[in-house]
């Protein structure tokens, strides 16, 4: 019955913005860990936000100052404002979540650490 739905991926030129949203259709969405993942062609799923349910969030190095995740309880969504987009941005992106807290540990952006995934959205970059 869990599912989760990614809108918002599209193209832009480099220096631009999207905003990324996660619907997902879970049972008590508050006590759930939201995360975003991405997979570049050639490259290993990464991991780029995280928020726990006592909503300590995580972000990666590569995208900390530029993307930021945020979720909205009463929605059951999750977002990922990302600003000044790169070409090495381009990725599909993914939305995960589970019912536990990761908070303050690195298993929060590890993507072994989640069961429920959404099917992504393509973000690509250019020059």
């Known amino acids: 019955q869990e599912q989760l739905v990614e809108s918002g991926g599209g193209s832009v030129q480099s220096g631009g913005s999207l905003r990324l949203s996660c619907v997902a259709t879970?049972?008590?969405?508050?006590?759930?860990?939201v995360a975003w993942f991405r997979r570049a062609p050639g490259k290993a799923r990464e991991g780029i936000a995280s928020i726990d349910p006592d909503v300590t969030t995580m972000t990666t190095r590569a995208v900390k100052g530029r993307f930021v995740a945020s979720r909205d309880n009463a929605k059951s969504t999750l977002y990922l404002q990302m600003n000044k987009l790169q070409p090495e941005d381009t990725a599909m992106y993914f939305c995960?979540?589970?019912?536990?807290?990761?908070?303050?540990?690195?298993?929060?952006?590890?993507?072994?650490?989640?069961?429920?995934w959404g099917q992504g959205t393509q973000v690509t970059v250019s020059s």
């Open positions: 879970v049972d008590n969405y508050d006590r759930w860990t």
């Open positions: 995960a979540a589970d019912l536990r807290s990761y908070s303050g540990n690195w298993r929060a952006l590890a993507d072994e650490s989640y069961r429920y």
